[in-house]
């Protein structure tokens, strides 16, 4: 399979600052997605970024894939954020197959 | 719209028992998927289902089987449960195809065999 590295593997923040996470991929993919685990744990879809730069409010993400690395921004961070942020990618010959990371475990303090 | 539904939310058994995890969706996906996800770790594909009447491994597929006769369930069967595998089991669906697949996740069963 796939190698998918997150960093940081733990981030605490203090409300209103702003993070930058990481995430590299050892092969060729044809699909990118970052999803949110809150702390109940409930996986919500974030982005479907394959390549190039998308907004959603304060979040942001772009992947480079020639480069192999993905980088999702979340500005003005609240406490909501918190929970624990996953790169998930698959590569077109596996199908629908996505490889996981290790996850980022962000904490916003207020 | 219900989305990914997932029963029991919490089940302990005992070493050695079977169980059948249910995974229904609402949202006329037409892949379905089961990960399972040990702590602190991300989630790991167990089963994954293009369509009805077909289903394929993925990454720990030992230990489980599944079925698939309808687009809208797609339950996960242990037949003889083991301490390896207590973990918190996720079903997830989407759309088959390029682009955004509409992955939708439940909201996790969690599994202790003692």
């Known amino acids: 399979g796939i190698q998918v590295e997150q960093s940081p593997p733990d981030l605490i923040l203090q409300e209103g600052a702003n993070s930058t996470l990481r995430c590299n991929f050892s092969?060729?993919?044809?699909?990118l997605q970052w999803f949110h685990q809150n702390p109940w744990g409930q996986l919500i879809n974030l982005f479907y970024?394959?390549?190039g730069t998308k907004q959603n409010g304060r979040l942001s993400a772009t992947t480079v894939a020639t480069e192999r690395y993905s980088l999702l921004y979340i500005s003005s961070s609240q406490t909501t954020d918190s929970g624990v942020y996953f790169c998930?990618?698959?590569?077109?010959?596996?199908?629908?197959?996505?490889?996981f990371g290790t996850g980022t475990s962000l904490t916003v303090i207020p | 719209n219900a989305g990914v539904t997932q029963t029991p939310k919490f089940r302990i058994l005992k070493i050695g028992q079977s169980m059948t995890l249910q995974c229904t969706q609402d949202?006329?996906?037409?892949?379905m998927y089961w990960y399972r996800q040990d702590p602190g770790m991300g989630l790991k594909l167990i089963y994954y289902?293009?369509?009805?009447?077909?289903?394929d491994k993925g990454e720990v597929p030992n230990g489980y089987n599944v079925s698939r006769s309808t687009t809208e369930d797609f339950p996960l069967r242990l037949e003889l449960a083991a301490p390896s595998q207590t973990s918190v089991y996720f079903c997830?669906?989407?759309?088959?195809?390029?682009?955004?697949?509409?992955?939708?996740f439940g909201s996790g069963t969690r599994l202790t065999v003692v």
């Open positions: 998930a990618v698959e590569r077109s010959d596996t199908g629908n197959q996505f490889y």
């Open positions: 997830a669906s989407s759309y088959s195809g390029e682009g955004d697949y509409g992955y939708t």
């Open positions: 970024i394959p390549s």
């Open positions: 949202m006329n996906h037409n892949y």
């Open positions: 092969d060729s993919v044809n699909n």
């Open positions: 289902s293009v369509g009805a009447g077909i289903t």
